[in-house]
Nanobody, 121 residues
């Protein structure tokens, strides 16, 4: 059974930082590239960062230079360090496996509850 538990969201001022964590079941963590997805109010879910099992990373252009994805294979955990946050980063953040590319990915049928990130003054 796939389990994904995201945490670390909150309310932060523009320019601030947050670190998100996601504990994933070994059934997907040990096989797949993992990623962080974001769903802003009224918008489609988008993949913002991905990391392969070997540590290769990729980011959508809007977060490059500000977000850093990492993974701890021993703990089946993936992280997203978010710096220089902007109001447009607001949304619910989910982690999940990645099939495809950063701008052309296949949606999963199973998701965690996500963690809310709100960037506002």
């Amino acid at each position: 059974q796939v389990q994904l538990v995201e945490s670390g969201g909150g309310l932060v001022q523009p320019g601030g930082s947050l670190r998100l964590s996601c504990a994933a079941s070994e059934t997907i963590f040990s096989i797949y590239t993992m990623g962080w997805y974001r769903q802003a109010p009224g918008k489609q879910r988008e993949l913002v960062a991905a990391i392969s099992r070997g540590g290769t990373t990729d980011y959508v252009d809007s977060v490059k230079g500000r977000f850093t994805i990492s993974r701890d294979n021993a703990r089946n955990t993936v992280y997203l360090q978010m710096n220089s946050l902007k109001p447009e980063d607001t949304g619910v953040y989910y982690c999940n496996r990645v099939i495809g590319k950063i701008t052309n990915w296949v949606p999963s049928s199973s998701w965690g509850q996500g963690t809310q990130v709100t960037v506002s003054s």
